[in-house]
């Protein structure tokens, strides 16, 4: 049985089918890539799963429980954790301020103090900026800050929606090596992406996503190498 399970899932807008009939599994361990151009429905993808849309029809399930109708705060205490597209920092308060709310389904103090503790090992520089306000850090930091966040709910999968959006080669490299790290210490990503190249780079599997349906489907490795994925998303 896969960790998340998604089945025959429709979405619409109003009249507007956005998701069309799609199934899909990330196993435990795994970084599954969701590739695709803009409007493909990737992100409505991620907010369905994560409960903030509801699907017209189909099933999400995550370790066999079914999610479809949870509310969005209940998926988080369940052990999924969502890093939005364009980071949605807290600008206003401090880094630590952040951290501490993305451990807001958690009770044990100590448990926390571990998670910042390792959050701030993964990210020397959110430590440093600890007491910085949030809205003053550059792209890059403020992407590491949500992913942070992320990680501070302890969760057992965590979607990354468009992480190396608008940020410098030198961050993307930076928070895709971290998305690496991520994975090896025992966390399953499923990965919303553009850079198609970059996301099958470390990818073990991959959906490509084209107006609300799965075109393809495959490992990784293989994707990078079709020809049509190729041409189509990664300028070869």
């Known amino acids: 049985m896969a960790m998340l399970e998604v089945r025959d899932l429709n979405v619409f807008f109003g009249v507007i089918q956005a998701i069309k009939n799609i199934s899909f599994d990330v196993d435990k361990g795994e970084v599954v890539a969701l590739i695709g151009a803009n409007g493909a429905g990737k992100t409505t993808t991620l907010h369905t799963i994560t409960g903030l849309l509801k699907p017209a029809s189909g099933s999400i399930t995550l370790d066999g ?3 479809t109708k949870v509310p969005a705060h209940k998926i988080v205490s369940m052990g999924m954790a969502h890093v939005p597209e364009g980071r949605r920092v807290f600008a206003a308060l401090s880094v630590y301020d952040n951290l501490k709310l993305g451990a807001y389904t958690r009770k044990n103090k100590k448990e926390i ?3 910042l503790a390792k959050v701030f090992a993964s990210f020397p520089r959110l430590e440093e900026r600890r007491n910085q306000v949030a809205g ?7 992407q590491m800050l949500a992913m942070g966040r992320a990680l501070m709910s302890n969760p057992r999968i965590i979607l990354m929606d468009e992480p190396s959006m608008g940020l410098s080669p ?9 998305i690496q790290k991520i994975k090896d210490e025992g966390t399953t990503v499923l990965l919303v992406e553009q850079n198609a190249n970059k996301a099958l780079s470390i990818a073990d599997r991959a959906y490509v996503l084209e107006t609300g349906r799965i075109s393809m489907e495959g490992k990784a490795s293989d994707l990078l190498n079709d020809e049509g994925v190729r041409k189509a998303y990664l300028g070869a």
């Open 136 to 142: 003053t850090l550059s792209g890059g930091e403020q």
């Open 65 to 67: 429980k079914d999610i």
């Open 170 to 178: 030198l961050y993307v490299d930076e928070i895709f090596s971290i």
């Open 113 to 115: 103090e571990e998670s």
